[in-house]
């Protein structure tokens, strides 16, 4: 009887299986080889081989996109992972109102970015209120370019990406605190320790797991970002395009009856790769961290 049953876990597993095929499997599977193609947007194109990725190295558009993303990550990831943890640390505590701090923290989580980028648009224009205040402080004569600058548009950006996912990883760090075991805190306690050395002695290296799953997930997140880029520049990405990030060129490259879908596809593919180095990077990072 229970040979015959077999099948009755893929029974369960086909919906899932068919939206991953559908949705994820082929379009990937079409991606790759759109990326040896010259098709457009249309349809159509003929195989030419490596063509796409020769392209790559000698296009100056897709080298400003890719610095500007590492830079992304550079910045956005150590941030995504030190502050939630702190503000996790603060809020755990069960204090009378806690939970109306830990919902003014999600909130940004749950508003679209397209109301994200209205809010920080306001803020950061030339008579928002951040130059508002500058200018009432006496800290700038002539409000700053956050908007039309491009290298203060890719900062206005990340400021606006750490805002935005300060909640969300907050919360993943808010259940692995949960797990900390007490007697380990308290024995700390006991020897002397005070509540910031109970914190990195005992605390942060229990969550180094948490950390790592966070670095990963906000570097993923870092390398694909686009909508911060092009709502907070109205499309532009800056003067001249020169806040582009990857993701806003593979977008620029295949938008449009005109596009070249399968340039965009080599970039997109590219894109992946570099996204799968970089997670396979830091876990096995933290993996040599753990066995020394």
């Known amino acids: 009887m229970t040979g015959r049953r077999w099948y009755a876990p893929w029974l369960f ?53 890719l610095r500007n993303t590492a830079l992304y990550v550079v910045v956005v990831v150590p941030l995504m ?67 039309t600058d491009s290298r203060l548009l890719l900062f206005s950006a990340m400021a606006m990406t750490v805002w935005k996912g300060l909640g969300y990883y907050m919360v993943v760090y808010l259940a692995a605190l949960a797990n900390v075991p007490r007697s380990l805190l308290e024995a700390a306690e006991v020897d002397g320790a005070g509540p910031v050395r109970r914190f990195m ?18 570097a993923i997140a870092s390398a694909k970002v686009f909508a911060e880029v092009y709502t907070l520049s109205d499309g532009s990405a800056g003067p001249g395009g020169e806040a582009r990030t ?17 340039y965009a596809s080599a970039m997109s593919l590219a894109l ?16 040599r961290e753990q066995q020394a």
């Open 13 to 65: 597993l086909a919906p899932a299986l068919a939206v991953a095929v559908t949705f994820f499997l082929i379009p990937f599977g079409n991606t790759v080889v759109l990326s040896f193609t010259d098709a457009s947007t249309l349809g159509g194109g003929h195989f030419t081989g490596l063509d796409n990725y020769r392209r790559l190295l000698s296009d100056d558009a897709f080298w400003l996109s």
């Open 81 to 147: 992972v030190v502050l939630p943890l702190l503000v996790a640390a603060l809020v755990q505590r069960r204090i009378a109102g806690i939970g109306f701090f830990r919902a003014v923290f999600y909130s940004p989580v749950v508003a679209s970015m397209v109301v994200a980028g209205l809010i920080w648009s306001w803020l950061l224009s030339s008579d928002g209120i951040v130059n508002s205040l500058l200018r009432a402080l006496h800290l700038v004569a002539e409000p700053l370019p956050f908007l």
């Open 201 to 218: 002695s005992v605390t942060v290296p229990l969550l180094r797991p948490t950390m790592v799953l966070v670095a990963t997930l906000s």
């Open 246 to 262: 990857l993701v806003y060129t593979i977008r620029e490259a295949g938008l449009g009856l005109g596009g070249e879908a399968g």
């Open 272 to 287: 992946f790769l570099g996204t799968l180095g970089l997670s396979v990077f830091v876990t096995r990072l933290n993996s």
